[in-house]
């Protein structure tokens, strides 16, 4: 199997890489997050036509989700440009969201067959997405993460546990979701 992973880069991409390749079963074909910043969808429809693919792991808008760059409409964009060519040529879509599509305010766990009721922009721009998605392909995967620390630094938890080794004070928040 191709697997396009959109986000190599990113911790979750550096994971599946290392898990993936000593297996070799699966063809990893990967891009880093500057280079899925298309500006045109023929950029898109290049990078899908270069070399047939059986799957694409979409890790982008899970691993901006707290970057610099914020989760906007030109991601909505770019993900509706995958998802006609997904569904043109038949080729299966894992999306990674997050569980921002969810605000919190049930007092009781949310389960995945509950509607997303998320309050601010990045979970609201997460639904559309999935509702864009589930619209447009027939086979189609959406994984909803929390969150996610890599190996490599920096990360949250490797910066909080660097602070406590020095002995300054690190605050938290229960107020953290994704």
Sequence with gaps: MRILVLGLDSPLGYSLRSFAAPLMRHEIIG?????????????????????????????????????????????????????????????SYLFLSSARVFSGALTRPYRETDRPDAQDPVGETLVTLEDLLRATLDDLFILRLGLMFGGRRPNPLARALDALARGDVVKVSEQVRG
């Design 31 to 91: 891009v880093e997050m500057d280079a899925t910043r298309w500006r045109r969808e023929r950029q898109v429809k290049k990078l899908i036509r270069r070399q047939p693919i059986d799957l694409i792991l979409d890790a982008r808008l899970v691993t901006q989700i707290d970057g610099v760059d914020p989760v906007g409409h030109p991601d909505i964009e770019r993900t509706q440009w995958l998802a006609n060519l997904a569904a043109r040529d038949q080729i």
